[in-house]
């Protein structure tokens, strides 16, 4: 019903920046909630960002200040400006979306994750 395609990661140097994006696709009423959750190796999958509906943000403690997340409610698109990159930030991206079609309530979609390396 719902799709979520990813895109945007790779190799990057520490202070490096990359732009992470995941559009939501098929049969949609409409989005609620829209996040960006990240899991390293060895470690469970922790949320790094998310935007409500309403614009409003929310992000974790480590990236505060050097990422940025943005939608695009016409696009069913969610981003995630990554600047000053840290080898702490190495790990799968994945996006969240909470979306609902005809005749259901809002449910969580997950996107195929994108590696993000960050090293010298």
């Known amino acids: 019903q719902v799709q979520l395609v990813e ?3 790779g190799l990057v140097q520490p202070g490096g920046s ?3 994006s995941c559009a939501a696709s098929g049969s949609i009423v409409s ?3 829209m996040g960006w959750y990240r899991q390293a190796p060895g470690k469970q999958r922790e949320l790094v960002a998310l935007v409500t509906s309403r614009g409003n943000t929310n992000y974790a403690d480590s990236v505060k200040g050097r990422f940025t997340i943005s939608r695009d409610n016409a696009k069913g698109t969610v981003y995630l400006q990554m600047n000053s990159l840290k080898p702490e930030d190495t790990a799968v991206y994945y996006c969240n979306v909470e979306a609902r079609g005809f005749g259901s309530g809002y449910v969580p979609y997950w996107g195929q994750g ?3 390396t960050v090293s010298s």
Request: without cysteine; hydrophobic residues 40%.
């Open 7 to 9: 895109s945007g990661g």
């Open 18 to 20: 990359l732009r992470l």
């Open 31 to 33: 989005i609620n909630a």
């Open 114 to 116: 994108t590696q993000v």
